[in-house]
């Protein structure tokens, strides 16, 4: 009776055209991830080619680069303000976006009740980390650099960035504790240990290569940001910056600048940036996996 009733349902399927119809989505979304792959590839080539014509034809020095600051004049432009810069950035938005963001996540994920009200948040944090930074940007120039004059220096730059990222280090926060088994926090509870005890002794270190790694991805997401500070004004600076209330100009914008010249030459010093920022990217992101493979634990 089964069999039959088995032969019945598919009596009316032509097994062929279903195969056709899997092989055809297959081939359409093989066919989108390698429009994307081979966007990047030419992307990647077309600034390695003009990273090699500044370096051969028009004599740009790596070491003149590295240690020249911005200049108006292009034989004279260099990127080791931006590199600064954008070193005080990062340093600065971890400490900004770090401690907060995980304590955030610890409340949600720990403290919290289950209610309407923290699923609203939870919500609304997966949407602010898919808002465009641009936003962020606007957030801080009218909050911070006009709302309490507080100017277009590294603060400014560092709160917006700050801004951007926190939302993706809470998400991030969020699923390295929930990766953490129940089974090892009811054990702590089981030895008297109490709630805060649990969470910083047991949970914690748990979860850290998680969190770092979900810290160090977004903040590798915030080096390579242009917008928000485009808004908060960090457009042309020819100095090194030396304390968090200096005005800056960082490597995107920096790259940024020399791309909106006219002068060939500054295109190919954009190039060479381009190519520098893309190193700080591969660094950032190789440490997140070190992190990750170096630290993970089985659980």
Do not use: C
């Not at 915030?222 to 020819?238: D, K, Q, R, S, Y």
């Amino acid at each position: 009776m089964s069999a039959e009733t088995d032969d019945a349902l598919f009596t009316d399927i032509d097994l062929g055209w279903e195969h056709r119809k899997n092989r055809i989505f297959l081939g359409l979304i093989f066919a989108a991830s390698m429009f994307g792959v081979v966007m990047l590839a030419l992307l990647l080539l077309d600034v390695a080619t003009d990273f090699y014509v500044g370096i051969t034809e028009y004599n740009i020095s790596l070491g003149e680069f590295f240690t020249r600051d911005g200049s108006r004049r292009e034989e004279l432009s260099g990127f080791r303000g931006a590199i600064v810069a954008s070193i005080f950035l990062m340093v600065l938005t971890a400490i900004l976006s770090f401690f907060v963001g995980v304590g955030s996540a610890i409340y949600l994920e720990e403290y919290a009740p289950n209610n309407r009200t923290t699923r609203l948040i939870e919500a609304n944090l997966a949407n602010l980390a898919g808002v465009p930074s641009i936003v962020y940007g606007l957030l801080a120039l009218a909050a911070f650099v006009n709302g309490i004059g507080m100017g277009p220096i590294l603060v400014a730059g560092a709160i917006a960035l700050a801004l951007l990222v926190m939302p993706i280090i809470i998400v991030s926060t969020q699923e390295a504790l929930r990766a953490v088994p129940d089974g090892l926090r009811n054990g702590s509870y089981a030895t008297g240990a109490t709630e805060w005890q649990t969470i910083r002794r047991v949970v914690l270190p748990a979860a850290i290569p998680g969190i770092m790694t979900g810290t160090i991805l977004a903040l590798a997401r915030a080096i390579g940001e242009t917008a928000p500070l485009i808004m908060v004004g960090a457009i042309f600076v020819n100095r090194v910056p030396f304390g968090p209330f200096d005005r800056f100009s960082a490597m995107p914008t920096q790259i940024y600048n020399w791309a909106n010249e006219p002068s060939q030459h500054f295109i190919h010093l954009a190039a060479v940036g381009i190519v520098v920022l893309l190193a700080f990217m591969f660094v950032m992101n190789g440490i997140a996996i070190y992190v990750r493979n170096r630290y993970e634990t089985e659980v």
